[in-house]
C-alpha cells in the first residue's frame, strides 16, 4: 500500500469497522439495483484511502453489496425499517488484504478469522493448484466464511523446496509453465529463490507477454536491481535482498548482518530509486522475521489469539521446534536487526513515492491470520514515523541512562567497530581516534576495550 493508504489504516487502531457484509460475495455490476434490507451504521467516522483523512461522524447506508450513501450524522435520516448498528466512536476503513498469505496450507479456522479482523482479500502466494481452488470455490459459494483469494498456484521454482513448487529447471520450461498457469485461470506468478537466472528472465517476459504480473523471491544468482530492472512486479520478503548475491559477497553470515548498515547508505538508495522508477511492489512482511526473532517467547508464552485457532492447530503449534539457537540471545538480536533493516529500507521506498505492500506470509506457526497483519502494519507504520536520532556522547551531552557495558570487536574488513549490548540490538560504528562514536540508533564511547552504550533518543 501507498503511505496514504497506510496512514489510513494506521489512524484507525484498534476502534475500527470494516464492512463486513462485502466480504464474500463479488460486487454488483455497474448500474444495477441494489437489492435486500438497509444497513444504517450511525456515527462512524470514514477513513478516506486516497487523502488519508478522516471524515466527520456520519450516517452510512449499505444495501445489498453497495454503499448506497455517506451523510453527515447531525443531518442524516435513518430510513425506515433499517438495521442500525451504533459505530459512535469507531472509524470505518476499506476492507483490508494480506499480500502474502498461504491459505491452502491452513486449516478451515483461518479464512473466517481472517474476515473477523478485517482482511477481506488476500494473495495467495503458493499452493498445490486442486486444493487452493477447492478453497476459493468453498468461499465463493457461501459454505466458508473467507475473504476474496487472488492466487498464484504453484510456485515455480529451480529446486522442490516445498509440496506446492513446480520444478523449472530451462527457460523453455519457464515458458510453459506460465502458459499452463494462463490457460487454468490463475491470476498472477510467483517464483522463487532456486530459479536459474536465464529461467527467470524467461518467466517474467512470459508471463508479461501472457498479461500477468510476477511476484516473488529474487533468485540467488540474481541481483535485486536487476530483478527489478527485469520487471519482477513484486519483491516478497526483505530476506530475498539479502540471501543471494549480497550473502555471496561474505566469508560468513556474522559479517553479512554486521555489514547490512552499509548496504541502507550505500546500495539501498539505488535500488529504491528502481522500485520507484517501476512500481515495483516491495512487500516484506516484516511481522514473519519479528516473530522468527521472537518464537521461543511467543512459543513458551503464546498470544491470547490463539485460543481462536481450532485444537488441533493449536497442538501443531505448540509442537513446533524451538532450538537453542532460538534463545540465543546474540541471535535474537541479528534477527531483529533485520527487521530494523526492513523498517529502514521501506521508509526510503516511501520517500521516493514507490509502492509498499502489507503482508503476512501466514501459514508457519505463530502468524496468526488477520492478527498478523495487523502487527506487519505497525511495524511498516514505523518506517512512516520521523527516525530516532542519536544523542551526543561526552561530557556535556545532557542526562543520559546508565550506561550499559557490551561486547566489542574491531572487524577489519569494513573497518568498523561492532558491539553487542545486552538488551539492545547489535550496532557498527567507524572505528575513529576520537573517544566517541555516533550511530544510527543510539550513541555510544569508546572505554578501553569496551563500549559502552546507552539508550540516549532524540525524539
Not at 463486513?20 to 450511525?42: I, K, Q
Not at 486516497?50 to 430510513?79: K, N
Not at 494480506?98 to 479464512?111: F, G, I, K, M, S
Not at 500477468?212 to 530476506?239: M, N
Request: proline content about 8%.
Amino acid at each position: 500500500m501507498h503511505s496514504s493508504a497506510l496512514r489510513t489504516v494506521l489512524a484507525a487502531g484498534v476502534a475500527s469497522l470494516v464492512l463486513l457484509p462485502l466480504a464474500c460475495r463479488h460486487d454488483a455490476e455497474p448500474g444495477s439495483d441494489p437489492a435486500g434490507p438497509v444497513l444504517a451504521l450511525l456515527g462512524a467516522v470514514p477513513l478516506d484511502p486516497v487523502t488519508g483523512r478522516a471524515g466527520e461522524p456520519s450516517t452510512v447506508l449499505v444495501s445489498g453489496d453497495r454503499i448506497t450513501g455517506i451523510e453527515p450524522a447531525r443531518t442524516a435520516t435513518t430510513p425506515p425499517g433499517a438495521t442500525t448498528v451504533d459505530a459512535a466512536g469507531l472509524y470505518l476503513l476499506p476492507g483490508l488484504w494480506d499480500l502474502h498469505t498461504h491459505l491452502a496450507l491452513l486449516d478451515d479456522h483461518a479464512p473466517p478469522l481472517l474476515v473477523t479482523q478485517g482482511v477481506l482479500g488476500v494473495r495467495d502466494l503458493g499452493a498445490v493448484p486442486e486444493e487452493i481452488e477447492a478453497l476459493r470455490r468453498r468461499i465463493e459459494s457461501g459454505v466458508l466464511l473467507g475473504p476474496r483469494v487472488i492466487r498464484a498456484g504453484p510456485t515455480l521454482n529451480g529446486a522442490p523446496n516445498a509440496p506446492h513448487h513446480r520444478v523449472i529447471e530451462t527457460p523453455e520450461e519457464a515458458r510453459q509453465a506460465v502458459k499452463g498457469l494462463a490457460s487454468a485461470g490463475f491470476d498472477l506468478i510467483k517464483t522463487h529463490n532456486a530459479t536459474a537466472r536465464d529461467t527467470f528472465f524467461a518467466l517474467v517476459a512470459a508471463a508479461h507477454d501472457a498479461g500477468l504480473p510476477v511476484a516473488g523471491h529474487v533468485p540467488v544468482t540474481v541481483t535485486p536491481i536487476e530483478a527489478c530492472e527485469a520487471g519482477l512486479d513484486s519483491v516478497e520478503h526483505i530476506a530475498t535482498l539479502f540471501e543471494g548475491t549480497y550473502l555471496a559477497g561474505f566469508d560468513d553470515q556474522m559479517a553479512a548482518f554486521l555489514a547490512m548498515p552499509d548496504w541502507l547508505a550505500h546500495e539501498a538508495p539505488a535500488l529504491a530509486d528502481c522500485f520507484a522508477a517501476h512500481g515495483t511492489l516491495f512487500d516484506p512482511t516484516l511481522r514473519a522475521y519479528d516473530l522468527r526473532a521472537h518464537w521461543a517467547a511467543e512459543h513458551d508464552d503464546p498470544a491470547p489469539e490463539w485460543r481462536y485457532l481450532t485444537a488441533e492447530q493449536r497442538r501443531s503449534w505448540s509442537e513446533a521446534q524451538v532450538s537453542d539457537v532460538d534463545r540465543d540471545e546474540e541471535v535474537i538480536r541479528l534477527r531483529e536487526s533485520l527487521v530494523d533493516v526492513g523498517v529502514d529500507f521501506v521508509r526510503l521506498l516511501a520517500e521516493r513515492g514507490a509502492p509498499v505492500g502489507a503482508g503476512t506470509d501466514i501459514a508457519g506457526p505463530g502468524l496468526l491470520p488477520g492478527y498478523s497483519l495487523h502487527d506487519e502494519v505497525r511495524l511498516l507504520g514505523r518506517a512512516l514515523s520521523p527516525p530516532r536520532r542519536c544523542a551526543r556522547s561526552g561530557p556535556g551531552a545532557g542526562r543520559r541512562p546508565a550506561a550499559i557495558r557490551c561486547r566489542v570487536g574491531w572487524w577489519p574488513a569494513r573497518r568498523r567497530i561492532w558491539c553487542s549490548c545486552a538488551g539492545t540490538r547489535s550496532r557498527t560504528w567507524r572505528r575513529s581516534t576520537r573517544s566517541t562514536a555516533s550511530c544510527s540508533g543510539g550513541s555510544g564511547w569508546i572505554e578501553g576495550s569496551w563500549i559502552a552504550c546507552w539508550r540516549g533518543w532524540h525524539r
